[in-house]
């Protein structure tokens, strides 16, 4: 990703680049997203810009003098340090805290499916593990939450190797069916009477005390508080202000302890990727009878994966524990916690850090934006894993190497190369092609106008998907309609 030479040169250097310009767009998009409910659109439309043209000055600065076109990971470092105080708001800190805690089961996954190619969807279970494991100890044992949360961590991943072994014998399905075991299983273990009284069975556990900031933390941040209160609260009584500032104070500590420890984590993954555990990973996942023959112990590296997998979804766990301060049986169902992080780790891409990252971002920030633009809160519901489904096929097929690795592929692009291989690639169409965009767009445009603006995003969804296939399928019926009926004449050799 680093260019160098002639690649930007002169004023091009202070030009977004077609990746950098993706990214702004999104920061964009996203900004407007935290301001726009505040309901007044002056605020939201400065607010916004203020933050994209901070983003873009940074990147520029960093870019000119490193030569670098990496600048805006730095930037969004530097935005996440920054997000409690760009949020308006505890519910925003508390899901860009979710964020954190997911990217590190997604970096754990990514280590089995991304970079060993072994398919587990059993890390339901292993998170669910340490979070119940946490609350067990701390709610029966009194244990102090952090000694508690090492020991969590620590049983996961001995559990995580020992969910590897079947991996040594098994491979593709037959591995997924027996680790999504694992996923169904727990919950029904924690619901058993010989158990409940250490779960709470289907009532769960409770965290009764989080953990506080200390105490010059704490006044600095219930300080920086004073303008994240509400405005209906601002003439409130001293001690409902007080409330809301303390609020804030410990959103933000538990947000930083969160940041640390995922900054950590997604240095570890970035660096295991290159080190020779990393090519041993990617060797197995390549061609194992190969890796065999090169003297590489498969068999150690497959459970080794699973083990390291374990390590990163039991520290998720336990964070997510602390940070919502509640477990129970339906948080850790098959769904939640196994088939959609594979689903988003593949929108985001795989055997890459940043990919995680991404997909985190899409898990907890992508149904949220997708129900204030839908605008629909029943439908919204019954539809979101349908939705990621859609995603997940269009990620797919248009992007097989995910949101990450086109982002990447398309850093490689210099505008004039980008409109070159735009210009090729339109004028490479038939009429055809274009007749079946027309009609497809027109299908959308009326399905998201007649019935719900949700319903648009999936026939949208089918068009980025099949678009040629789909409506020039449509158009091509439609010519043929004359010929319908119409006597055809035997052709020598028919059968008479």
Partial sequence: MKMTGNYRQGIERFIPSPAEAVVLATLLFFTWYLYGGTGND???????????????????????????????????????????????????????????????????LNVVTGLTGQMSLGHGALVGLSAYAVAILVDHWDWPLLPAMAAAVALTFAFGFALGIPALRLAGPYLAIATVAAALVFPLVLKLDSVQDYTGGVQGLRLHKQPQPPGFIGGFLENESIAKIPEQKKFAPEEVQVKERQKFAQATYLYFLCFGVAAIGTFAAWNLQRSRFGRAFIAVRDAEVAATSMGVNTALYKVTAFGISALYAGIAGALLYMVVAFVAPESFDLFNLSINPIAYLVIGGLAAPGGAMVGAFGYKWGPEVIKKIARTDTDFDKLQGALTG?????????????????????????????????????????????????????????????????????????????????????????????????????????AR
Avoid at 54 to 65: D, E, K, P, S
Avoid at 72 to 78: D, E, G, K, P, Q
Avoid at 422 to 447: E, P
């Fill in 42 to 108: 002056v605020f939201a439309g400065l607010s916004t810009f203020i933050v994209v043209a901070i983003a873009w000055v940074l990147g520029v600065a960093i870019r000119v003098a490193l030569n670098d076109m990496r600048w805006w990971l730095l930037v969004i470092a530097l935005l996440l340090v920054m997000a409690p105080w760009l949020a308006l708001n505890t519910f925003q800190i508390a899901v860009m805290t979710e964020v954190l805690v997911f990217s590190l089961l997604l970096h754990g």
């Fill in 390 to 494: 859609l995603m997940l096929i269009v990620v797919m097929t248009r992007m097989p190497q995910g949101v990450w690795g086109s982002l990447t592929r398309l850093n490689s692009f210099s505008w004039k190369a980008l409109i070159n291989e735009t210009k090729a690639w339109v004028l490479s169409r038939t009429i055809a092609y274009w007749l079946a965009i027309a009609l497809g767009v027109a299908v959308v445009i009326a399905i998201g106008a007649w019935f719900a603006p949700v319903w648009g995003v999936f026939a949208a969804g089918l068009l980025v998907v099949a678009p040629q296939d789909a409506w020039a399928g449509v158009f091509l019926w439609l010519r043929s309609l004359p010929a319908i009926g119409r006597r055809r004449a035997p052709a020598p050799g028919d």
